[in-house]
Nanobody, 124 residues
């Protein structure tokens, strides 16, 4: 059974940084494409970042490009999302997701496994 457990969320001020972690189990992590998505109240879940088998293979939503960095540690079965220069509009529940595939994706429907989410709140 696949389990994805996010951590690292919290309440911060605009301009601060946070690092989210997602610990994975029950899957072949090193051959899983990993992604981060977020959902603000009353809105749909949207893509944030994704990383392929090779750590150089990454993609970001335009809204976070240059501020957020996704990375992975295959030895720890963990994917990270470093978030810098946080803005109030980054406030959302952040979800980790995994897919067994060759290629990365920005579509939530392409990811089969999901974590429970971690709340990130950025105050102005």
């Amino acid at each position: 059974q696949v389990q994805l457990v996010e951590s690292g969320g919290g309440l911060v001020q605009a301009g601060d940084s946070l690092r989210l972690s997602c610990a994975a189990s029950g899957l072949s992590f090193s051959t899983s494409v990993m992604g981060w998505f977020r959902q603000a109240p009353g809105e749909e879940r949207v893509f944030v970042a994704t990383i392929g088998w090779r750590t150089a293979n990454t993609a970001y939503a335009d809204s976070v490009k240059g501020r957020f960095t996704i990375s992975r540690d295959n030895a720890k079965n963990t994917v990270y999302l470093q978030m810098n220069s946080l803005k109030p509009e980054d406030t959302a529940v952040y979800y980790c997701a995994a897919r067994q595939a060759w290629f990365t994706s920005t579509r939530s429907t392409d990811f089969r496994s999901w974590g429970q989410g971690t709340q990130v709140t950025v105050s102005s």
